[in-house]
Nanobody, 121 residues
Framework: VQLQASGGGLVQSGGSLRLSCTAS????????IGWFRQVPGKEREGVSC????????NYVDSAKGRFTVSRDNAKNTVYLQIDSLKPEDTAVYYC???????????????WGRGTQVTVSS
């Protein structure tokens, strides 16, 4: 059972990125996928989540209107589209899974390797 986040990179402020979270060893159909981010020295922060049926939520106000989470079960992948990137979005982004519904970070059971997002001003 493994998750892998990818799609990060260096972008200018105002740009966009689409992160992917791909599962191997299991299918995502019955899992909620949460996106989290962490800056060294700071606590991990929940960003967005999508439950097994496709309902999406944002954990933080800064994600509203800029972060869009979606899923393609046929590709066993969940996406996080980030628009209008800001320097404060710079972090390592992780995806994690738990059964069916979104919840707090500590309730997620499988975490993937993160992907670095760096936004230059």
């Amino acid at each position: 059972v493994q998750l892998q986040a990818s799609g990060g990179g260096l972008v200018q402020s105002g740009g966009s990125l689409r992160l992917s979270c791909t599962a191997s060893g299991f299918t995502l159909d019955n899992y909620a996928i949460g996106w989290f981010r962490q800056v060294p020295g700071k606590e991990r922060e929940g960003v967005s989540c999508i439950n097994y049926s496709g309902r999406a939520i944002n954990y933080v106000d800064s994600a509203k209107g800029r972060f869009t989470v979606s899923r393609d079960n046929a590709k066993n992948t969940v996406y996080l589209q980030i628009d209008s990137l800001k320097p404060e979005d710079t972090a390592v982004y992780y995806c994690a899974s738990r059964a069916y519904y979104c919840s707090e970070a500590e309730d997620f059971i499988a975490w993937g390797r993160g992907t670095q997002v760096t936004v230059s001003s």
